[in-house]
Structure formats: C-alpha cells, structure tokens
C-alpha cells in the first residue's frame, strides 16, 4: 500500500496544507486522520467512490469528506439523494461494475432503512454468486453516545452487523487507526462495516505514521500492556478505549493493574491476545455502549470462557448500556460506561 | 395491515373495492400493442419496429422453449426433484420481447421469476434449476451472461441496477454513439413490487442521475394473492411522471410489443436520455409458486379471460397467416421443445447433493480463522460419521 501523502487538486491542500511529506508522521485529529486516509485511497485507486448525504459540498455533517469534492469531482464525491437503502443499494451496483464505494451513513439510528440492503444484499453477494460477485464496500457510521444529541444520534449498533455473516465489522479509536484502518478496510475484498466514534472526531490530535501501517485490520491490540501481575484485563473498542484507559490510571493508584486491549475489529473477533492476556489475569471485563444483552461483550464472554475455563478467576463482566433504548441526552451520562462503572466491574471480579 | 370497516368508513370502502382505473383487464387505450389477441398486426407512432420473417420464428421459438421448460419445471417440482418453482406460464411475451431487445453489453437485474430472459441470455437451464432444487442460490456467472443473480427481497436489485447503470456512466460508456459501447440497465420487478420503498428510490436515484437503466414491470395482476388494485390506484406506468421520466404500458402478451418498446428504451438509455419505466401488462397465468393454490382469490373466469389473450397463440396465428412458416416450422420447435423436456429432466435428476462442506465458502474474500476452526471441526464431525 502507498502511504505517501498525494499532492492533487487545490481545495483540500489548504485544509490539510499541515501535512508532511511522504515518510513523516503527522499530527492529526481522527476526524482529519479519517479525512486523509479517505483522499489517499481515492489517490491510491480510482475505482474508489464516496457517496452518502452532504458528503460532497458540505463535506459531510462532520466534515470527514471535506474537500474531496474538490479534488475528486462529483463523479467520485456523490451526494446521494436522502434514502439510506438507496445509498447502499446503488453502492452494489456500483462495486457489480468494478467501483469500491465507500458509503457515509450520516448517523448510526439512520442505518435502519439501509438495514435490508446490507443483511440481505451487501453481506450476502458473494456467496449467492458462488463467490464471483465480490463486494468490496465499506459502510462508514459514526457511531455512540456523549455529544448531547437528541434521539437516533447516539446509538451504537455494531452487534447487529457482528452478527451477520459475509459482512466484517471494525472500529477505531484513535486518529492512527483511523487513517490506516480506513484505508485497510477500503483495500479488502470483503464488505465492511467501519464504525467512527463519533464523540471522538475532534477530541483531541495524535501523531499518525503515515509511511507504514501499524498492523493488519483484523487485530486485536493491547493498548496499556502491564508486565508482572495483571490484576484484571479490561477489553473495550472505539469509544471505550479512552474510558478504558482512564480506568486503568485511577486503579493503578489503587495497585490494581489492568491491561487494556482495543479489540478494534468486531467481526470476525481477533480474542488470541484477550486469551494470553486472562491466562494471566484470571479475570476480564468487557467494557462497550451497546446494550449488554447480546451484545459483543456475551460473545467475547462465551468464547473467553471456552479457551480460558481453568485460568478464570471470576466469571467474564460485561459494562455496557442498560438494556433500554439510548435514553434523552440529560440522563447520557448514567447510561454509558464511564470510569467508575469499569472500576466497580473490577471490584466485582476481584469480589468472587 | 389497516382493516377498513365499510360501517364506519362507507367513502373508503367505495374506493376499495372500486378502484378508478386499475383492474382493467384489457390494459386500457393507452397500451401498446403491435400484435392483437386475434395475431392482427397493428402500428403504432411511437414504438413499433420493422420484423423480418425470421425474427418473428426467434421470438416464437423462444416462447415456445421457455414454455416448455416452465412446464417442465413445474412436473419436477411435482415429482418432488425441485424444491420449489416460480411460474412464468403467460408471460412469455413480456420477458421475451425484453430480453431479445437487449445488446451483450447491456446488464440485467431479474427477480426471482426471469427465466426466459435468462434463457435468452445463454444461462443454462440447469443453472437455474439448480437454485429451486436447492444445490446452490443460481449456477450461472453473472458476468458472464450479463444477467445478475435472482433476487428474492423484492425490489432489492432495482437498486442495483441504478448503481450498476451509474456505474455504466462513470466509465464512460453511455452516450458515445458507439453502438458496441453504449450500455444500458434493465432492472426487472412485479407489480407487487413496486410498493416496495427500495423501488422508489430506485426512481429518485435514476431521475437524479439521469441513470441508463430500463425499470421493466411485469403487471401479471398479482402479488401472490393480492391484485394489483392494492398496490396502486393509477396505471403503474403513470408513476414514471412523478418521478420525471416516461413511463409507458406495453401489451406484455404481444412479443412484438414488448420488443418494440422495450428496444426505443434501452436505445434512449443508452443513448444518455436515462430511466423509462415500462409497464408490461400481462397475467400469471400459473400458481404464484408451487405451493400457491391460486383458486383461493381469483375466478376461473379471469383466467379463461385471458386464456384467451395467450402470448404464444397470437404469434402462432400470425406466422401462419401473414408471415409465412409451414406446419414444419411448428414441428422442429415441438421437436426441440421435446428434447430441452428431456434435457432438463434428466439433468435435474442427476445433480449431485453438494458437499455440505460448501456451506462454508464464499462468505468471505479472506475467511476469518474462526469460520476456518468452525470449518475443520465440522468436517471432522462429519467425517467421523463415514467412518462409523
Ligand atoms: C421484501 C419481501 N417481502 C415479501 C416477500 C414474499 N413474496 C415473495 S413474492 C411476493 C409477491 C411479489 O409480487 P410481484 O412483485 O407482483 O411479483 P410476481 O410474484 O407477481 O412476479 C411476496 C409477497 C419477499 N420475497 N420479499
Ligand atoms: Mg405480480
């Protein structure tokens, strides 16, 4: 895959007119790490097209296609007429003609209309066909709760696509990852899902590589490994990633140590370094905003506890939105996970 | 479902059950029709085209083939070799017509009902009984034929086609004068169907993008035990208007017709002048499927009604009389016709089961190790069976 940082068209060079040569990390917010990754593959391939609502002029309603228009032309950048199964239905069409659409769904409660498209058309195309109708589209959703949105703008639907097989399902959680596993999920063959924690778009700049991919797409990764004991090992993605680690500092105070992995792709799961990590730990706690009731974290559970019986100290905990719908925005801040809510997991596990 | 008390609501009840225009058995003065029921040729001074003696033969030959293997499906599944057989008895003519219409390059999106498009377009028949034995989802290379897979979500692939004709656009293969390259979409769907939301965003995405795509509805009057009359209060055709391209009703008994027609729109799509909506109007006359008992909601009487409007009969009457094409004629199609009979039941019969080992490819490009252990575990599990 070419990293290199492409020097095409003239709008979307002011935006990112920070950027540095090829080679050279950058200091990027997710959403412009998104951004970037989204303009280099369009560089990188022609037959990539993005297309979903305000995607073009506007650049999106969070801006992560901004001035692709620009450089791309209406052809590549399409502004879609408001109908979410049309979106995804078109997109099928476009990738049985040899195109890789890459489709913005402008908020997670508005994947439903498309929901049909996506089970039954999109997850199930190639192995209709035996394998020679290939879909290689990406569904990008910005995904979860915390911004103080009004209904449907908050949800995190990620296990009903886990749970379909044909399609794959990832999510990052920092600008690194969002502009590699973009461009990783752009380039593989298979149907994905790629949720964006949408609370964390602007929240803050990282360094992001832009000469090597930091690992494959479908990995899991530990992102605060602990050497010596491990007093529990805390698994999250997207979102919880953040709340995960801040978890993490405020126990080590206390003289736990929790190792925190970001599973990073849902489907298929990469659990191997869960496994090592519990060998170790003898406990485990699945932190996510989607209700917990049936939700990645029972998979994650029912498999950890299959390879893992006899190191398991406790039972596998899931932290996760009560089983309701994703309450009005005052009452958020109870219904997502947070700190003290994966702090008080750790000393129920501890409690067995 | 909404039950509307004519007690409570006399004005609705009226429009229920006597709707304005639809249920019109003769298709109106607005449809097309080259061939009448009786195989009198008639003009028309939009759509009709010049047929060569020959080409009249093709069409019929075409009818009388896909009639046969209709037939012949339908005594398989009774037989109990297929699982499950959709009916195109009666509307021959409309797929017919549609599919000689079509040049190689154009790309068809069938529903689930298309055999006779797929026979035009070199599908083996096999390949599609396949998909109703229950060996595989369809046989067939859709990029080898041009003809996609069936579709059973109804009105799933009318998307498809946008996207595919959008597609078409993009490379540069619409518009060129080229009549090599220019390409053009037919997106197939019933008249059921056309409530379907998927298939009018299909028409707001064509509209907007002035796509290269022909949306072809079968009208055979139901969806399965509905009549059309509950799916629209206006010739469907008319919707076409709202959506801003033309829309036009063509006899989907009368082969020439729906070839006639089906051919200025394909040509206008390819030529860049976008969607057209075509409104076969035609009849199943068979079960909606094999396990449908079509007496439960409709009289013998609507059927002889258009028993008598029989796609094949008028073309047969009218090679005889006006073409020309002796009695021999008929006796090579029945002789073939014959022998695809035999073709196909003996070929049903001798498909192996598959090895229950292909459940598990083509879900994914690259297989996740997880499906791969669940995989192995079961071939081992079966295996273990063998060797008992
Ligand atoms: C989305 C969806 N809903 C329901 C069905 C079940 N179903 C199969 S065919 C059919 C009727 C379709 O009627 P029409 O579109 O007129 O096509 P026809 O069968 O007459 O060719 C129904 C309701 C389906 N396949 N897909
Ligand atoms: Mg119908």
């Known amino acids: 895959m070419s990293a290199g940082v492409s020097v095409v068209g003239s709008g979307h060079l002011e935006e990112l007119d920070d950027r540095s040569p090829v080679g050279v990390s950058k200091t990027l917010t997710l959403a412009k790490a998104l951004n970037l990754g989204l303009h280099d593959a369009m560089t990188h391939d022609p037959k990539v097209v993005v297309m979903g609502e305000d995607v073009g002029t506007l650049g999106g309603v969070f801006r992560i296609t901004d001035g692709l228009l620009t450089d791309f032309g209406a052809d590549r950048v399409i502004d879609t007429p408001l109908a979410e199964a049309g979106i995804v239905g078109t997109a099928v069409g476009l990738a049985m003609r040899g195109y890789r659409p890459v489709v913005e769904i402008q908020f997670d409660g508005f994947v439903y209309p498309a929901y049909d498209q996506i089970v039954c058309q999109v997850a199930k195309m190639r192995y209709r066909s035996q394998g020679r109708t290939p879909m290689p589209m990406v569904i990008r959703i910005p995904y979860g709760g915390g911004i103080g949105a009004v209904e449907h703008h908050s949800e995190s639907p990620e296990a009903q696509f886990a749970h379909t097989p044909g399609l794959k399902v990832v999510t990052c959680s920092d600008p690194a990852d969002g502009y590699w596993m973009v461009r990783q999920a752009i380039e593989c063959d298979d149907p994905v899902v790629f949720l964006e924690p949408k609370r964390q778009y602007h929240s803050g700049k990282a360094e992001v590589a832009l000469d090597a991919a930091p690992g494959p797409l479908f990995a899991s990764r530990v992102v605060r490994p602990v050497d010596g004991a491990v007093t529990a090992t805390v698994l999250a993605y997207g979102p919880t990633v953040r709340t995960a680690l801040r978890a993490a500092e405020a126990a080590s105070a206390e003289g736990h140590q929790l190792e925190v992995i970001d599973l990073r792709t849902l489907s298929p799961l990469d659990l191997e370094p869960v496994y090592a990590s519990v060998r170790r730990s003898g406990r485990a706690i699945v932190v996510h905003e989607a209700h917990v009731n049936l939700g990645i974290g029972a998979e994650v559970a029912a498999r950890t506890t299959e390879e893992c019986f006899y190191s398991l100290e406790a039972p596998v905990l899931r932290v996760g939105g009560f089983d309701t719908p994703y309450p009005a925005s005052r009452m958020e801040e109870a219904f997502l996970p947070d700190l003290d809510r994966v702090l008080d997991a750790v000393d129920r596990s501890l409690a067995f | 479902m909404v039950t509307i008390h004519p007690e409570r609501h006399p004005e609705h009840h009226r429009q229920d059950t006597a709707p304005p225009a639809e249920g019109h058995a003769d298709g109106g003065p607005d449809m097309v029709q080259l061939l009448t029921p009786d ?237 057209f909506l075509i409104e076969a109007y035609t009849y199943r006359m068979g079960a909606h499927t094999t396990t449908d008992d079509p007496t439960r909601y409709r009289s013998s009487a609507e059927v002889e009604h258009w028993r008598a409007r029989d796609p094949l009969a008028r073309v047969e009457t009218y090679l005889r009389r006006t073409v020309g094409a002796d009695q021999r004629f008929f006796d090579d199609v029945a002789a073939e016709a014959d022998e695809l009979g035999h073709e196909l039941r003996e070929g049903c019969k001798a498909m192996p089961d598959p090895d229950p080992l292909r459940i598990f490819d083509h879900v994914y490009a690259e297989p996740p190790a997880e499906l791969v252990a669940q995989r192995d575990a079961f071939a081992d599990y079966h295996a273990s069976f063998e060797d008992a």
């Open chain 2, 39 to 275: 195989g009198e040729r008639r003009h028309h001074p939009l759509y009709d085209a010049d047929f060569s003696a020959e080409q009249v033969r093709a069409l019929y030959r075409d009818m009388a083939l896909t009639r046969r293997l209709d037939v012949e499906a339908t005594a398989l599944q009774r037989h109990g070799e297929l699982g499950l057989w959709a009916q195109l008895l009666g509307q021959e003519a409309a797929q017919i017509g549609a599919a000689h219409a079509l040049r190689p390059q154009d790309f068809v999106f069938p529903t689930y009902r298309e055999h006779a498009v797929a026979w035009v377009r070199g599908v083996d028949p096999l390949q599609i009984l396949s998909l109703w034995r229950g060996v595989d989802h369809g046989g067939w290379d859709p990029h080898e034929h041009n003809f996609g897979q069936y579709t059973v979500v109804i009105g799933a692939q009318t998307l498809h086609a946008v996207g595919y004709a959008m597609g078409a656009q993009c490379d540069g293969v619409v518009g060129t004068g080229d009549a090599d390259v220019d390409t053009a979409v037919v997106a197939h769907f019933g008249d059921g169907a056309s409530s379907q939301g998927d298939v009018s965003e299909a028409f707001v995405f064509a509209a907007s993008y002035n796509a290269p795509v022909v949306f072809f509805c079968q009208n055979n009057q139901w969806a399965i035990s509905e009549p059309v009359i509950r799916q629209t209060r206006v010739p469907l055709y008319q919707r076409a208007a709202g959506f801003g391209f033309p829309g036009v009703r063509v006899d989907g008994n009368d082969v020439l017709a729906t070839y006639a027609v089906t051919q200025r729109a394909l040509q206008a799509a390819r030529e860049g002048q976008g969607p």
